[in-house]
């Protein structure tokens, strides 16, 4: 596709709910970012996908929160038994470098933002 | 990390252009100066990143200061699509996660 691909692009839920977000990043783009964003803050890393290996899961807040890529393109950020303080703005990037200074240039996709009741 | 410090707002004439400051005092050797902006109810965009030369794309133009302990995003005639959080953040190349702090929320005014 032209750019990267988030749904839903909104998705409420209720507390204790399992949760699906998905990414479809650019064709070709072999690293994918999942990042979080509450209101009036930047983004919060989570996860760095190099093809379908995790290479970075870092930032994942507690086991609740798990990422796939299976087959090295689109991912899916899959939250368990979700609670109110997860609700944000969840979004995803891909870059086509893995290595050198352009490996940080990144395409977001719009964000899929959840709301847990 | 290098940690940056940036203003947390600034305004801007529209059609004048804007000078956005970043410092990153404790900057590495390595580590490269990246540009995003968010616009209102969008993913961050890239604008521009640099070494230590001095860069300029189609959308911008980014001054570093010799010791590389600052820097500034220039938008040489804003306009009111400007208007967004502009975050600088220092990060070694290669894949890495960028880390963005709470930037610089930039209002183009008419």
């Known amino acids: 596709g032209a750019g990267v691909s988030q749904t839903p692009s909104n998705k409420v839920t209720e507390k204790g709910k399992y949760v699906e977000l998905r990414c479809d990043p650019i064709s070709g783009h072999t690293a994918l970012y999942w990042y979080r964003q509450s209101l009036g803050q930047g983004p919060e890393f989570l996860i760095y996908?190099?093809?379908?290996?995790?290479?970075?899961d870092s930032g994942l807040p507690n086991d609740r929160f798990f990422a796939v890529r299976p087959e090295g393109s689109v991912s899916t950020l899959k939250i368990q038994r979700t609670e109110r303080g997860d609700s944000a703005m969840y979004l995803c990037?891909?870059?086509?470098?893995?290595?050198?200074?352009?490996?940080?240039?990144?395409?977001f996709g719009a964000g899929s933002r959840l709301t847990v009741l | 990390d290098a940690k940056t410090t940036q203003p947390p707002s600034m305004d801007c004439a529209e059609g004048r252009a804007a000078n956005l400051p970043c410092n990153h005092s404790t900057i590495s050797g390595n580590e490269y100066v990246y540009w995003y902006r968010q616009i209102h109810s969008q993913g961050p965009q890239y604008i521009i990143h640099g070494l230590k030369n001095n860069e300029t794309n189609e959308m911008a133009s980014l001054i570093i200061t010799e010791d590389r302990k600052s820097s500034t995003l220039i938008l040489p005639h804003a306009t009111l699509r400007d208007t967004a959080v502009y975050y600088c953040?220092?990060?070694?190349?290669?894949?890495?996660?960028?880390?963005f702090g709470a930037g610089t929320i930039l209002r183009v005014k008419s």
């Open positions: 996908f190099q093809g379908t290996g995790a290479a970075d």
């Open positions: 953040i220092v990060t070694p190349r290669g894949g890495n996660k960028l880390v």
């Open positions: 990037a891909s870059s086509f470098m893995s290595s050198g200074a352009g490996a940080n240039v990144l395409t």
